[in-house]
């Protein structure tokens, strides 16, 4: 078997290196999963909206969905009103959607009850784009006696974030964490966190400048889906009151994998390694190392104009005279050793 398994490999670098694999390529070979693209725009909604979907579908702006299933505890009280509606909607006409709950656990019992909350109002509704926690509300943990701009409060909330997503480890949902760029740069403690990361900075989307700024910011904390306004306007979504209204709106920085079970829920296959987004390996930030890592460097290597990370696509560790990081197909054939479990060098450790 190992024999097979290396002769494999060997194939996939000459493949690999010679130019013959493509993106694509890869991903037929992946039991046809399906790939949305990155730069696709989404939406995130709750009750505060009514949405005509088949407007949404019909306009073809919006990618993607990402539904609040509720907020705080598992209590019935505080499910959204809307999102048995847009599962049942994001089902019938193949929109890809996500889920996220409101979060306001300030101690233990009530992450483990926000967990639960997550768990019964999903069932077996397989979110394709993630399960995330909106973790966001400063003056609800101030009026409950969680200083977040303290050490000790910074320490409890990232503990108990790690709480609710450790409940649903077992769920074969891709898990992630909502919240704003300060949050992620001063408040969390987000090395800690290995989980996807949906990041909220919002430019003046008039300047071409800010845009490109908070762009590379969120990507570079290693963000997968940007929410870059608050205000956005989309055909076919209302107001609570059915008039036209605003809507947040999400872009994908990341190729992500869609798939209906759990071994296609991680990109590339079961033949994945879950990390931290932007460890050691992981290429593409998507939090897991794979063949797509491999393929991704290779078009870079290649001149593609495709988003790297460089510290993480740098698995030799080697540098020029002036301390840059020097990347080459070196690289390329130590991730795919390392997916063989031939390994010259440990990958995954945070970068």
């Not at 200083?147 to 649903?168: I, P, Q, S």
Request: aromatic share 10%; proline share 2%; with cysteine.
């Amino acid at each position: 078997m190992m024999k097979r398994k290396v002769i494999s490999v060997i194939l996939l670098m000459v493949l690999v290196v010679s130019g013959l694999l493509t993106n694509g390529a890869v991903w037929q070979v992946q039991a046809a999963n399906r790939v949305l693209k990155e730069g696709s725009i989404g939406m995130d909604v709750s009750s505060h909206q009514y949405v005509d979907w088949d407007t949404v579908k019909k306009d073809n702006y919006i990618k993607f969905a990402i539904l609040r299933c509720g907020y705080g505890d598992d209590d019935v009280e505080q499910d959204d009103s809307q999102f048995q509606r847009n599962v049942a909607e994001c089902k019938r006409l193949n929109i890809p959607f996500g889920v996220y709950l409101y979060s306001y656990a300030v101690n233990e019992k009530e992450a483990l009850s926000e967990a639960n909350h997550i768990k019964r109002m999903i069932g077996d509704s397989k979110p394709e784009m993630g399960v995330y926690l909106d973790v966001e509300d400063t003056a609800y943990y101030l009026k409950h006696g969680l200083n977040v701009y303290t050490d000790e409060g910074r320490r409890k909330l990232t503990d108990l974030v790690k709480m609710v997503l450790n409940n649903l480890s077992d769920t074969g949902w891709r898990t992630g964490i909502y919240s704003s760029y300060n949050y992620y740069a001063n408040i969390l403690y987000a090395d800690e966190l290995s989980a996807y990361r949906w990041i909220a900075s919002w430019p003046d989307l008039d300047n071409p400048n800010k845009v490109l700024e908070a762009e590379n910011k969120v990507r570079q904390m290693n963000g997968v889906l940007w929410q870059y306004r608050s205000d956005g306007r989309v055909h076919g979504v209302f107001n609570a009151n059915h008039q036209p209204g605003n809507v947040d709106l999400d872009e994908l920085l990341v190729d992500w994998v869609l798939g209906q079970d759990e071994a296609d829920t991680k990109p590339g296959g079961s033949n994945s390694q879950e990390c931290v987004p932007g460890a050691l390996g992981d290429v593409n930030n998507d939090g897991f190392i794979n063949i797509s890592d491999a393929v991704v460097l290779k078009k870079y290597l290649a001149g593609y104009d495709v988003h790297i990370n460089i510290k993480a696509a740098n698995v030799n560790k080697d540098y020029d005279e002036e301390q840059k990081d020097l990347i080459s197909v070196g690289d390329v054939i130590i991730i795919l050793k390392h997916l063989a479990g031939i390994d010259t060098i440990k990958l995954g450790e945070v970068v």
